[in-house]
């Protein structure tokens, strides 16, 4: 199975910070990554599918870029409401689909 | 509206069973591949199975192969997961998701405890 890695975790930002987050393959998978932001007690909601293309309602403060083996989520300026944890998980091998382990933002 | 409602968890002892359940609304369920994921406390995410919208093609993280069993009931919109000898590992809370270029509609979820 293609093993996903995400980095940093935790990470600590601030308010108004620009905040970046990678997540690795073991293979590459093109540009099939997805990112979701999961609240405490809530379920996941899907941001960013296809690497870099923002669900609809998502705000434009988040961005995704990369393909191949490496990706980064960016928020390019942290409000109070992301304060979150964000998963990535791979389509490429549709199924099985694999996460990373999360990157709790604090 | 999209609404997906798991139901049928609980606490269970090892070698129990299980039958979950999900009902959806809001869009067109036979259209839709669907996937049960869980999350043990304090965990991440890990995807159990998929169930392709005509219930041709169905797969199964190598943890659950034989154990559990994902179904659905297109003309009622309901997605199942059965599962059998039931391990503490199994503890999570199990959601129903919708695939579309991403899993991009998830239940509430439903807390599956397995101890003894």
């Known amino acids: 199975d293609i093993q996903m890695t995400q980095s940093p975790s935790p990470l600590s930002a601030s308010v108004g910070d620009r905040v970046t987050i990678t997540c690795r393959a073991s293979q590459s998978i093109g540009n099939a990554l997805i990112w979701y932001q999961q609240k405490p007690g809530k379920a996941p909601h899907l941001l960013i599918y296809?690497?870099?293309t923002l669900q609809t309602g998502v705000p434009l403060r988040f961005s995704g870029s990369g393909s191949g083996t490496d990706f980064t989520l960016t928020i390019s300026s942290l409000q109070p409401e992301d304060f979150a944890t964000y998963f990535c998980?791979?389509?490429?091998?549709?199924?099985?689909?694999?996460f990373g382990q999360g990157t709790k933002l604090e | 509206e999209v609404q997906l409602v798991e139901s049928g968890g609980g606490l269970v002892k090892p070698g129990g069973s299980l039958r979950l359940s999900c009902a959806v609304s809001g869009f067109t369920f036979s259209n839709y591949n669907m996937n049960w994921v869980r999350q043990a406390p304090g965990k991440g995410l890990e995807w159990v199975s998929s169930?392709?919208?005509?219930?041709?093609?169905?797969y199964y993280t190598d943890s659950v192969k034989g154990r559990f069993t994902i179904s659905r009931d297109n003309a009622n919109h309901l997605l199942y997961l059965q599962m059998s000898n039931l391990r503490v590992e199994d503890t999570a809370v199990y959601y129903c998701t919708r695939d579309s270029a991403g899993l991009v509609d998830w239940g509430q979820g439903t807390l599956v405890t397995v101890s003894s």
């Open positions: 169930i392709s919208s005509t219930s041709l093609y169905i």
């Open positions: 296809t690497a870099s």
């Open positions: 998980q791979q389509s490429y091998s549709n199924p099985p689909y694999t």
